[in-house]
């Protein structure tokens, strides 16, 4: 039988990013006291601090803004928000403080997109169908220890992470290494993310069919192509490699 490679983004798509995120940021802003920096509770504090990310990842992406940058950028820059002077020592002592707390405990949470143990499961019951890789533009001393603490890392054949291919989706270069290092073609590959821009894109810039995992029902951005599939649920990605089982 031939192998299907499904290519798992990790973020938002298996790891549930935000709900860990978010809990990690909530201790780390009572353990820093960070009200006397911003004047403002942590709602506040983390909206701003998403918006502020986001955009660095943009930057860091695009290859504008290097990994260490945005490391403590992404800190200093939200206290600044809220009037503290970014240049100072004292906040760039702070925000590097905040940058390696956030890497040290966030890899310690474990909480996983709704349906992504049973699809895993699912899946390694099939290990003569399937084979497993990881695609992920995280930096590389969280995402290996976070899929270990979540009990993601068993399941997979292949980890792909940007820092060690040197190129980040939506790359092609990311995908052609990757599938070099796995010998395969896109016809027998499948990548599955949340990120039309990032996975979605990047997959079909090789060729490479792609399940948009839209778990909010975003709108397809402006002027792109639909996915070949597009699921709100993991669930909904099992009914589909079933039923290409069954038809067989
Ligand atoms: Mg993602």
Redesign the pocket.
């Known amino acids: 039988m031939v192998k299907q490679y499904l290519l798992f983004?990790?973020?938002?798509?298996l790891w549930d990013f935000d709900g860990n995120a978010e809990r990690t940021y909530c201790a780390m802003f009572d353990e820093f006291e960070l009200e006397k920096y911003c004047h403002v509770d942590f709602h506040t504090f983390h909206n701003k601090y998403r918006i502020i990310n986001d955009a660095l990842w943009d930057a860091y992406r695009n290859g504008t803004l290097c990994k260490e940058l945005l490391a403590i950028q992404r800190f200093s820059l939200t206290l600044a928000a809220f009037g503290c002077n970014a240049e100072s020592s004292e906040i760039i002592r702070l925000s590097r403080k905040m940058s390696d707390y956030y890497i040290i405990n966030s890899t310690h949470q474990r909480s996983l997109m709704p349906g992504t143990q049973e699809l895993l499961q699912w899946l390694k019951l099939r290990h003569d169908r399937f084979v497993l890789a990881v695609i992920t533009n995280g930096f590389s001393e969280t995402q290996m220890p976070k899929m270990k603490t979540a009990g993601l890392y068993q399941y997979f054949d292949f980890f792909f992470l940007s820092e060690d291919l040197g190129f980040m989706k939506p790359d092609r270069r990311f995908f052609d290494v990757a599938m070099q290092r796995m010998g395969v073609t896109p016809e027998q590959c499948l990548v599955i993310?949340?990120?039309y821009k990032?996975?979605v894109e990047g997959a079909k810039g090789v060729g490479i069919q792609q399940v948009w995992y839209n778990p909010k029902t975003l709108a397809l951005p402006a002027g792109c192509l639909p996915p070949t599939y597009e699921i709100r649920h993991l669930m909904e990605l099992k009914e589909l490699l079933a039923t290409e089982e069954r038809e067989m």
Request: charged share 60%; net charge negative.
């Open positions: 983004d990790l973020d938002r798509t993310g949340d990120d990032v996975d």
